[in-house]
């Protein structure tokens, strides 16, 4: 999924926020010394993906579901955990950015447009292999890794092969949830090695796919836009679900050709629906916190990424 509409939380912020800044600055150096180390051929492509500005909501999911569970400070295999997160994490900004035909991502060329689309796409198959490797004998995390891509796979190729369908909420939940979804559920199970916090994995994917659904619209709005690549390609989002209840709007988002005027048409729709999309998304999460209550000894930390989650769609 695509997040190229700039959000009003600061990386920074929501680390702090966390409490998680110690970490983080261990995180960061140990993914600048790892694209230093890379082979020089495609040295200057990982330094171009991985130094540009990363909110880390992933890597911070990790380390919230381990503080949850465990008291102390963050061991050597979840931080190994959260760079390998992060690193197959932008593999799928890279496929995204390529399918979606994105020129820039987080106020920058993307990386197919600055060194072209075949060194991209082995970078993508570069990062998954080091990923692996840099997991070493982790058997577990090996294993959730390896479902998080099998997962994703299935999910872009349903989220395309559904594009301009007349689909409801429940629909994008399911898209969602697993093309958002499987990532923090994997990073949730990374951090509680038990599987407790699965579910809570699940919701909180959710609550960010739909932030940034209806982050997306109100930037398009802001900018004048058209509502951007999700409008274009008739990808269901959570204003898309609630919007083409119309059967006008249905009716224009299902065009395979759609004009220009359409698609202001359908954008206009989808803003509309926003102050609805904010209410269902409270009521996530609200769902998470519920989840989060039932396990934990110590919740706090899950209730701050679930707040600092939630902020994401702001204008």
């Not at 923090?184 to 796919?209: I, N, P, Q, S």
């Not at 004009?259 to 926003?274: Q, S, Y």
Request: contains cysteine; charged residues 25%.
């Amino acid at each position: 999924m695509s997040e190229t509409s700039p959000h009003p939380v600061s990386a920074g912020g929501v680390i702090a926020a966390l409490g998680f800044t110690r970490e983080m600055e261990i995180l960061r150096e140990r993914i600048g010394n790892w694209t230093a180390s890379r082979d020089p051929e495609i040295r200057a492509e990982l330094e171009w993906q991985f130094l540009s500005g990363s909110k880390y909501f992933r890597p911070l999911t990790l380390f919230a579901c381990y503080r949850a569970m465990t008291p102390g400070p963050i061991p050597e295999h979840i931080m190994t955990s959260a760079l390998v997160v992060e690193m197959f994490h932008n593999m799928t900004l890279i496929v995204d950015d390529i399918l979606d035909r994105s020129d820039e991502r987080r106020g920058r060329a993307t990386l197919h447009t600055k060194f072209g689309e075949l060194n991209a796409l082995m970078v993508s198959g570069y990062i998954v292999a080091d990923g692996y490797e840099q997991l070493g004998g982790d058997i577990q995390a090996i294993g959730l890794m390896s479902e998080l891509v099998k997962r994703l796979g299935v999910a872009e190729c349903m989220q395309w092969r559904l594009r301009r369908r007349k689909l409801g909420v429940e629909d994008w939940r399911k898209i969602a949830g697993e093309d958002t979804g499987s990532m923090f559920e994997v990073c949730a199970c990374l951090g509680d090695r038990t599987g407790r916090l699965r579910k809570f994995g699940a919701l909180l994917g959710l609550l960010y796919h739909g932030c940034d659904d209806v982050g997306d619209v109100r930037g398009a709005v802001a900018l004048g836009g058209g509502g951007e690549e999700d409008v274009r390609d008739g990808i269901l989002t959570l204003p898309a679900a609630l919007a083409i209840r119309d059967s006008r709007v249905g009716d224009l988002f299902t065009k395979e050709n759609p004009t220009d005027a359409d698609l202001a048409a359908i954008a206009a729709a989808f803003a509309r629906c926003l102050p609805e999309a904010e209410a269902y998304l409270d009521g996530v999460a609200d769902e998470a916190r519920r989840e989060a209550r039932l396990f934990c000894p110590n919740p706090d930390p899950l209730f701050a990424i679930v707040a600092q989650t939630r902020k994401l769609s702001a204008a």
